[in-house]
Nanobody, 121 residues
Framework: QVQLVESGGGSVQSGGSLRLSCVVS????????MGWFRQAPGKEREGVAA???????TYAASVKGRFTISRDYAKSTLYLQMNSLKPEDTAMYYC???????????????WGQGTQVKVSA
């Protein structure tokens, strides 16, 4: 059974930083493709960042230069470092994993429960 557990969300002021974590268990971590997604109230889920097994990364235009996705194989953990946060970054953030490289598409097979990020002006 695959489990993805996110943490690290919270409330920050505009311009602040947060680091999200996603611990993966029950899966061959080193063979997965992983991504971070977010969903704001009344909006569709959108891809934020993705990383493949070689460490190659992809970012949505809205976060490029501010967010960094990374992974620690030893800890089976995916990270999302978020800097220069804006009110429009407010959303529930989810991590996702799959053996298929979906990049920023929402087709991933495995999802976490989400962690809330709120950015105030």
């Amino acid at each position: 059974q695959v489990q993805l557990v996110e943490s690290g969300g919270g409330s920050v002021q505009s311009g602040g930083s947060l680091r999200l974590s996603c611990v993966v268990s029950g899966y061959t971590y080193s063979t997965t493709y992983m991504g971070w997604f977010r969903q704001a109230p009344g909006k569709e889920r959108e891809g934020v960042a993705a990383i493949d097994s070689s460490g190659s990364t992809t970012y949505a235009a809205s976060v490029k230069g501010r967010f960094t996705i990374s992974r620690d194989y030893a800890k089976s953990t995916l990270y999302l470092q978020m800097n220069s946060l804006k009110p429009e970054d407010t959303a529930m953030y989810y991590c996702a994993a799959d053996r298929v490289n979906w990049l920023l598409l929402s087709n991933y097979n495995y999802w976490g429960q989400g962690t809330q990020v709120k950015v105030s002006a």
